[in-house]
């Protein structure tokens, strides 16, 4: 008796979701890689009378670029996961999208303001000094506003996507959750005139956030999303 043998059938798992999951890590990532040298430069440029120091304006300008590519970054975490969040709750997700949206005008709102102090130094003679004054100042509120309340937002809503979806380990979001209104606190304690940006209690508030976002995108880019009802018809078998 002959046996024959059968050919062997390889199937292969194609998940879509692994390249959005992929995507928005590499970008939450980048906006930490930009955001923290872009605020160390800013931070030694910049005197406490809103004065910008000489011999800086190249900081500056790398600082400007710096924050640009933050707020792209932070607009592409949110279009990366958009595909993949909407399916747990398409409200939030629409919101992230829109929270990040903003978030970037006002970072490139301050990042204009700050590169106009460099035209006016050196291109300008004898400006108002008070003129390069007010641009600092405008930059300091936006920093405020975008990476500080917006960021509380962005935490807020991907934070709850992604704890009800369970797409990552729920002790992530869970520190975003957290950190959240800490950080919130902090920044209307800021626009109240009760401690300044830089103080140790924002510095203190910031941390659940910063360890939160350092944390998702992590996963994302290394580990990819979890297994989840949200995606569980997106995984397909040839």
Same mark, same amino acid.
């Given at each position: 008796?002959?046996?024959?043998?059968?050919?062997?059938?390889?199937?292969?798992? =194609?998940?879509?979701?692994?390249?959005?999951?992929?995507?928005?890590?590499?970008?939450?990532?980048?906006?930490?890689?930009?955001?923290?040298?872009?605020?160390?430069?800013?931070?030694?440029?910049?005197?406490?009378?809103?004065?910008?120091?000489?011999? =800086?304006?190249?900081?500056?300008?790398?600082?400007?670029?710096?924050?640009?590519?933050?707020?792209?970054? *932070?607009?592409?975490?949110?279009?990366?996961?958009?595909?993949?969040?909407?399916?747990?709750?398409?409200?939030?997700?629409?919101?992230?999208?829109?929270?990040?949206?903003?978030?970037?005008?006002?970072?490139? /709102?301050?990042?204009?303001?700050?590169?106009?102090?460099?035209?006016?130094?050196?291109?300008?003679?004898?400006?108002?000094?008070?003129?390069?004054?007010?641009? @600092?100042?405008?930059?300091?509120?936006?920093?405020?506003? *975008?990476?500080?309340?917006?960021?509380?937002?962005?935490? @807020?809503?991907? *934070?709850?996507?992604?704890?009800?979806?369970?797409? @990552?380990?729920?002790?992530?979001?869970?520190?975003?959750?957290?950190?959240?209104?800490?950080?919130?606190?902090?920044?209307?304690?800021?626009?109240?005139?009760?401690?300044?940006?830089?103080?140790? @209690?924002?510095?203190?508030?910031?941390?659940?956030?910063?360890?939160?976002?350092?944390?998702?995108?992590?996963?994302?880019?290394?580990?990819?999303?979890?297994?989840?009802?949200?995606? /569980?018809?997106?995984?397909?078998?040839?």
């Amino acid at each position: 008796m002959t046996t024959i043998a059968r050919p062997t059938v390889t199937r292969v798992v =194609h998940d879509p979701t692994r390249r959005h999951a992929r995507a928005a890590g590499l970008f939450y990532l980048l906006t930490f890689a930009a955001s923290l040298p872009a605020f160390v430069l800013i931070g030694s440029a910049v005197n406490p009378d809103l004065t910008v120091a000489g011999g =800086h304006d190249t900081q500056l300008l790398w600082s400007g670029f710096l924050d640009f590519i933050n707020a792209i970054a *932070g607009i592409g975490s949110a279009v990366a996961l958009y595909p993949i969040v909407k399916r747990q709750n398409q409200s939030m997700a629409l919101g992230l999208v829109t929270s990040r949206l903003l978030e970037a005008a006002i970072i490139m /709102a301050g990042v204009v303001s700050l590169l106009a102090v460099v035209t006016l130094r050196q291109d300008v003679a004898g400006a108002d000094p008070a003129v390069g004054q007010a641009l @600092v100042a405008v930059r300091d509120w936006t920093f405020l506003f *975008g990476p500080g309340f917006m960021a509380c937002f962005n935490a @807020v809503l991907l *934070g709850t996507l992604m704890y009800k979806s369970g797409l @990552v380990p729920r002790v992530i979001p869970v520190m975003g959750l957290i950190g959240a209104p800490l950080l919130f606190a902090a920044n209307t304690a800021t626009l109240l005139g009760h401690n300044e940006q830089t103080s140790a @209690v924002t510095m203190l508030a910031t941390v659940p956030i910063a360890f939160w976002e350092l944390s998702v995108g992590t996963w994302m880019l290394v580990k990819g999303f979890k297994p989840s009802p949200v995606t /569980a018809n997106l995984t397909k078998v040839d």
